[in-house]
């Protein structure tokens, strides 16, 4: 796990042959550092990694006033079900809809859909009046964030790509003819990362899963 340091650690020791990285807060640390988160949004953008997979579990204080709710900072999609708990233990899912699709809906239909802007998303619940304690829960994507800090570690399962993807920016911007071929090794970085994550272990269930399985919530003798 490498953090900010080491990654410019290894980008001085091929663009200047020097072992040491630059000092934090010069322009040649926040050149780096910025190539450096654009690394990341490129890696952030091109596959849902597992290691921005989060899940969120909350307690509602009161049972009103809960139509709805904000998300983390880093939230950027959904997945899955929205399950909500009450005070009874009894366990109900709430469906994402769209939210133009939700004059279609009933007001006691159990639902949700989420609305804002990076850094400001919030989720409306329907109907939205649960009782006090209830338990709420939800999956998503979220994002990888800005690295700033020297210790800040990068939510890249492999820092290689940051740094060769880093050295082929900056040797680009240098006009240095070595760039296309540090991009390359980048692009073969992420490819064997690809490969990393669609290659599950022994104990992954991957047989081809039955109707009455796949329909959600499905209980056979019960359904």
Not at 196 to 216: A, L, M, N
Request: charged share 20%; proline share 4%; with cysteine.
């Amino acid at each position: 796990m490498a953090d900010i340091t080491e990654i410019q650690k290894r980008i001085a020791s091929v663009i200047k042959q020097e072992a040491e990285a630059p000092t934090a807060g010069s322009d040649e640390w926040n050149q780096w550092l910025s190539y450096i988160n654009m690394a990341q949004h490129e890696w952030q953008e091109s596959y849902q990694w597992p290691t921005l997979y989060k899940e969120l579990n909350t307690l509602t204080s009161t049972s009103t006033g809960n139509v709805t709710l904000s998300l983390p900072s880093d939230f950027r999609k959904i997945d899955g079900f929205l399950t909500i708990c009450d005070e009874t233990n009894s366990a109900h899912e709430y469906p994402q809809v769209d939210a133009v699709a939700r004059t279609q809906k009933g007001v006691t239909d159990k639902y949700f859909y989420t609305l804002g802007y990076p850094g400001n998303y919030s989720m409306v619940i329907n109907p939205g009046t649960h009782g006090s304690g209830a338990s709420i829960q939800y999956s998503y994507w979220a994002s990888a964030g800005t690295l700033a800090s020297p210790a800040d570690v990068s939510m890249c399962p492999d820092a290689s790509f940051l740094t060769q993807r880093t050295i082929a920016g900056i040797w680009e911007a240098m006009d240095d003819n070595r760039f296309p071929q540090a991009k390359a090794e980048a692009d073969r970085i992420l490819s064997r990362m690809l490969e990393f994550e669609q290659v599950r272990g022994h104990s992954y269930d991957d047989r081809i899963k039955t109707k009455e399985e796949v329909y959600h919530g499905f209980r056979i003798g019960r359904n």
